[in-house]
Each structure stands twice: as structure tokens, then as C-alpha cells.
């Protein structure tokens, strides 16, 4: 089976599938990240070439069951797993954690793109906390009269920064505690994040929400049609009913 990855979900659902009796994992990754924490399964690197390359792949390697466990802002390759699964029959469940919603404490700014969050940070100079990615800065480069304190997993490329940014690498889970220090430390005024959902890096919402820290939340781009479960625990019990037809010999 083959397992979309690049988060924290599909290197659950790798690490518990290690050792199955009837299933052989695969992990996939894009290959972004240039040293990705991985599973004991075996896994490969790099992009299919679209929905053709992606359903060549399932049927040329005998893919009995497809996890889309990738980010829920990573939507190309959600579009083209529900299309290759389509075009081969093979069985596909996508795991979407829920996302964050704000409460009564929390001052959000919710934005549909991350040229609208460049935009919602205003005209005057801030202190800004950006932890969006690192492939997702150029908008920021517009609005250089902000000061930027970049978080990502590994450091972006040089080119893309806006010119008053410096950058910390970092990969979660994150504390509340920390977090709180960091933004104070760093006299940081708002704080710009994608709503990723998920429990690994929600202290930094908890953290601006003490401190009365305004929040540009970024909106999830749409969803790919097709089931979801929104956890590892619940791809495993999908994976189940189609490994179960199996176990009868069906
Ligand atoms: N976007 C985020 O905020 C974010 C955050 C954390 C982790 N990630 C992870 O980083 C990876 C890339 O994200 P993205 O937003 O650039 O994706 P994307 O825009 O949806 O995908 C762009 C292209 O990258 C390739 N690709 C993406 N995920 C892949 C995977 N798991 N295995 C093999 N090829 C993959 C596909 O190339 P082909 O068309 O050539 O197959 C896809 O068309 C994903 O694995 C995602 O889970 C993304």
C-alpha cells in the first residue's frame, strides 16, 4: 500500500504498519524537506508527473490501497490521488485533521490566501511571527516594511526572504511555555500561520492567545472530493476493512 506523507499522520500510519502481516507499506514524500524524520518503512522521494504518473505508479506496482495523508494545504497531489484512484479502482481514504476554530479569547484575522494574510498585516511597521512554510514567503516580500521572524523545519532559501526577516529552523512539537517566551522574547505583535490543524504546533495560537497576540489565520484551500477520516487511527481501521476480504482469501 502507499502512503502519501509528509506529516505527522502518515509516519504514524507508516510506523504502525511496519510490521503487518498482510500489508507492505510505502511512504511517499515529495522530497522537500532535506532531512525528513522517517519510519522504518521503506519509502521514496519526489513528484509521480501528475495523475498519469501517479496511476502508472499504483498499477505498476500492484497498489492495493491508497492513504492521502498529506498536508491539508497540500492540495495538488490530494486532487491527483482521488483522480489516479479513480482511474485505477484502487480503494483511497484521505486523512484531513479538523482544523482550528477559533474561540472567544482568540483575535483571528481569517484570510482565504497568503496574499490576503501579506495584506491583512496593514501599512504600519509590525513585528511579525511567520510561520507559514517556506515555500510560501514570496507574498511576504511585498509588505517589506514589516519585520519578519520566519519559523520553518528547515531554513528557506536566501532568495525568497523579505529583506528585514531572520529565521529560525525548527521542527514540533512545539510547548506553550516556549512559545510564550519566544514571542515575548522576540516582541513579536502579530502572528501569521495556515490553519494546519493538528496538536504539534497549537501552542503558538494557545501562546498568542495569553499574551493578546493578534492571529492571520490563512484558510484551508478546498478540499479533494472523496472520504476522509480526520487521523491515523482512523486510516488504520479504514485499512482494516480492506485488508479484511483478504484475510478470508476473497
Ligand atoms: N503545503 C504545506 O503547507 C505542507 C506542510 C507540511 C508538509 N507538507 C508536505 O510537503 C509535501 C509537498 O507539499 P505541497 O504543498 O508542495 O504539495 P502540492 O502542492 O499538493 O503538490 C505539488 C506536487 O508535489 C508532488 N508531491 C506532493 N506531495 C507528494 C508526496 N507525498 N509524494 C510524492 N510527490 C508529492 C506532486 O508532484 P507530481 O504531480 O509530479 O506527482 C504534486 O503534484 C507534501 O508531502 C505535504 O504533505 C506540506
Redesign the pocket.
Known amino acids: 500500500m502507499l502512503i ?4 505527522t499522520e502518515a509516519s504514524a500510519i507508516a510506523a504502525a504498519l511496519a510490521d503487518h502481516p498482510r500489508v507492505r507499506p510505502v511512504l ?3 522530497g ?1 524537506t532535506r532531512a525528513p524524520v522517517l519510519p522504518a518503512v521503506p519509502a521514496r522521494r ?5 495523475v498519469d ?2 496511476a502508472g505508479f499504483l498499477q505498476a506496482h500492484d497498489v492495493a490501497a491508497l492513504i492521502d495523508a ?2 491539508p ?6 486532487q ?1 490521488a482521488q483522480a489516479a484512484a479513480r482511474i485505477t479502482g484502487v480503494p483511497v481514504i484521505a486523512v484531513s485533521r479538523p482544523p482550528w476554530i477559533a474561540g472567544p479569547s482568540d483575535r483571528w484575522t481569517e484570510v482565504p490566501d497568503m496574499p490576503a494574510a501579506a495584506q491583512a498585516l496593514g501599512a504600519a511597521p509590525r513585528r511579525v511571527f511567520l510561520t507559514v ?1 517556506q ?1 510560501e514567503l514570496a507574498p511576504f516580500r511585498l509588505a517589506p516594511w514589516h519585520h519578519y521572524l520566519i519559523r520553518s523545519v528547515e531554513p528557506p532559501d536566501s532568495a525568497l526572504l523579505p529583506s528585514a526577516a531572520r529565521c529560525i529552523a525548527a521542527r514540533g512539537p512545539f510547548r506553550e511555555d516556549a512559545e510564550r517566551s519566544l514571542l515575548e522574547q522576540e516582541t513579536i505583535e502579530v502572528v501569521v500561520s ?1 490553519n494546519s490543524g493538528g496538536a504539534a504546533t497549537a501552542p503558538k495560537l494557545a501562546a498568542a492567545r495569553t499574551l493578546g497576540i493578534p492571529v492571520v489565520m490563512v484558510a484551508r484551500p478546498a478540499a479533494a472530493p472523496g472520504d476522509t477520516v480526520p487521523d491515523a487511527a482512523g486510516a488504520l481501521a479504514w485499512l482494516d476493512h480492506v485488508v479484511a476480504p483478504w484475510e478470508r482469501g476473497v
Open positions: 502519501l506523507g509528509g506529516t511517499s514524500l515529495a522537500r519526489g513528484g509521480f508527473g501528475g504518473g501517479l498529506t498536508h494545504f497540500a492540495a495538488r497531489i490530494s491527483n512554510g515555500q495556515k
